[in-house]
């Protein structure tokens, strides 16, 4: 009989080693050796069959075999070593290994790596899969490649059904080694009879060994699969799932596995299964509707639309039936999701591969796709191609005009010379030595569908042909009935929008407002926006009105129609039709912009600080009570106050957000600049109207808007000025506090100020005292110096200015220095009272030196109020005469109503004149000086 490597079994009891194997084959000859499965170059032996009674009777010495023990197999840890097969074996099978067999995308180490991730359940099958197959994606190439060719020259598309797949960027991919060595071929059938003979665990140990030498051959994962059949379905799977990706070929292998994949509830890898199926059998379209029904089952809607868009590339010609099919769906689904692009390509495929299946359905969803991207002239080319549609193009000079369908044949034309002409269509094309330059008259049959009519003069209208549109116009809508065509003459009607022709669309949609199935609010909206094309405003809030009426949430036509009676100066009607009611609508951000703005206009300053604060609580948080300030004011960011906000209320049992608050839909606008003018225009309407409570509460409720976060310095300056307006120095001492820690200068110390001096505490003592140290001279030793003059701690306070005026003499430190001894000679048990006064004037008369010609209005009056203090009345009046005498300066007279002291130095005189019964003098100073 003729040994075969493949089919034969040799029995363990006769292999007694590996090396003693290798030996028999180095040493066997051409003459006596055994057929390699596979060699071209090796002659088949013919080996004599025995029967048993020619075993019986042979001569044999029982003594001379000795038993041979069972190969003792370890069991193997790592599948894949880094040396395979001995090099004997390797040189006997030298001439039958092909050179492609070679050369793989993975090394051994990285297979044994992924199979045992897979079996020890790291990694699915999808992707095992995916990484031990590195070719290029097939699939994706084909639809790539059929995108190409159809997006496009008409002309060429045909060629779609010749092309091969494999063609694409010139890809091959590479073969692995699938076929076992006829040694292992001999211990996988020795595997295979010892399952049989139900030596379950040495079959399985065997087939292990064999993969530990060549791990892409798939016999040994077959045999492991049927040996865990029973007892471990799940490792059973795993095997049978290894060994049909090492034979992917059978598709009807990869279905059983899907099916077995879905029993046991993994969705995902029975689509992976289907998937190899496909590849195995790319024109099963079972295969494709069962893989579609499982990618949509499991929620992959682009890999449900990406199978069904191989299948229609794989399929030819005579699968029309099933081609328009699936490429209807694909459209419908595309055309679902907007995607408008992609469903043309799929209709093309009916258009290149199935052209005498086409029908006005066909025709109807190309031109609808071709007119929604824009691609007019191949509209208009597949319209009078595919229909009765006659157009007459103008020709050169010297040329007779001809009617376009004069080169319409009565025939079919037959398969070569329709793809020759496929471009051409029914309209006769300029021959080369003629130039189409426009179109000069057309004809639309009565027999053409009212769908196509529509489309076709949509077409027109876009190609710029509206006088031959308007020539079609009256016969198309006194013949077709708008109760039922209504959406036809909608489409109409907005491509002349389009053009700005108001009035001839006026036409088609005057019917459709009339009509009772079409007098809808989109229509009423087409209509309006018509009226105000037309600049009928009066007849554009009727419309308007209507469209406010069918649908009261369409906030597009709100606007407009506010917006027109803003035009009108109907300011209280456009406020009346911008109203949302928080607790039932979803609030539109840019109708409550518009609608404040108008509140704004015509002074209903109420109702727009609501509007204005009820806008901002989309990105603010409202603030209840004025003890959350406190958490706000803090804070250096927004994430931080919001956080303290968060805590605080968490604490009092509340929750950050507003059980009722409003809800709004997502809208951009107004943008960010806007809003925050708004919220200055707010800023200044409620300082001007003294509303300082609000103003605070509106400044500290946009520190937690994190739409304001770039505006943050902005808006603490301005809470900072609530706070002084509102008399609050708790909360404004807590914002002034971080301004001075940044930034020490004039202003800032001016500002820390103005807010201890309406101070109600002496948190500021503790800071200022901190903040010493750190300069010989500045601003906060001052500031200390007079908390200590206003404390009435005089000793101090001379001390503190003593020490600045001997390093920066100033009129100021001068004055102060001189306020400070006379408050210190006006007390009781104050001793050398003489001396404190003299030294007080002295430096009354420094500060009037230092203070100059420009401040003398101002030290003539400083100098009275002295002397006034002390009781010396005669040189107090001499210097109130000199301010009401002397020349104020030009600063003064710049700014009479601040600086001028006229009035105060008046109303002292009269008051010493009082004290003196000098009535007459005390009224002539009120009268001269103060009376209005």
Known sequence: MECNANEGSVSMDTVVGKSELQLELEKSTADDSLAISGSSS??????????????????MDINEFVEAKALQIREVTDIIPKSTISLSCKSSNKDNMDIEDQDTSLTADEEDRLTKQFLNGELTFSEYSSRMDQDIDLETIENDTSRRTIGFDRVTVQKIVEQKPYKANNVRPKKKRRVLPPVLQGLMGEANLRFAKGEVDLAAQICMEIIRQVPSAPEPFQTLAMIYENDQPERSLQFALIAAHLSPKDADQWVRLANLSLESGDIKQAITCYSKAIQASPKDISLYETRAQLQEQNGDKKAYLRGYTKLIHQLEAEDGEYIMRYAKILAKRYMQEDNNEQALEAVEIIFAKCPDLI??????????????????????????????????????????????????????????????????????????????????????????????????????????YIPIAEKLLPKFYTRENPEISGDLFLDVAEALMGKKEFYRAMVLLDPLVKSSNFSLAAVWLRHAECWVGCNQLDKAIESYEAVRRLSPQHLGARLALAKLYKKSEQYDKAIQVLYQDPEFDALDSDVLYQRTLLLFKVGRYEEYFSSGMLLFSRHCVNIRRKVELNALARATGVRQRLDSLQLRRLSCGEKLEDENAPTFVANARPSEKNEFLLFLQMCKLACKLNKYGFLQRLCFTALTSKRFKKRNSHIIFLCLVSCIHNKDSFYGYNIVREFVRVCQRSNTWNLLNIIIQRAEDLRHNRFIMRLLGRDVFSYLHIMHANNCLVSGTYKYALNGYMSLFKVAPSALLALLIGVTQLQMACQKMSAKKNQLVIQALAFFKKYMQLRGKEGQQESYYNMARAFHQIGLLPSAIHFYKLVLKGDPGDLVKQHASLLDLRKEAAFNLHLIYLQSENHLLARMYLENYITI
């Not at 032996?45 to 042979?58: F, K, P, Y």
């Not at 359905?361 to 007119?371: G, R």
């Not at 050169?396 to 079919?412: F, H, I, Q, S, V």
């Not at 034309?413 to 000069?440: Q, V």
């Open 42 to 59: 090796v002659a088949p032996v013919i080996i004599e069959e025995l029967d048993a009674s020619a075993i019986s009777s042979m001569d």
């Open 359 to 464: 029908t006005l359905e066909e025709v109807n969803i190309m031109t609808e796709l071709l007119i929604a991207l824009k691609q007019f002239k191949r509209c208009l080319d597949i319209l009078v191609k595919y229909t009765n549609i006659q157009i007459q193009y103008k020709r050169n000079e010297g040329r007779e005009k001809r009617r376009a369908t004069d080169d319409k044949l009565d025939t079919k034309p037959d398969k070569e010379e329709e793809s020759s002409n496929s471009a051409k269509g029914k309209a006769m094309s300029p021959s080369r030595g003629e130039k189409s330059d426009e179109i000069e008259s057309c004809d639309v049959p009565d027999d053409v569908v009212v769908d196509l009519k529509a489309k076709f003069l949509v077409t027109l209208i876009e190609l710029d």
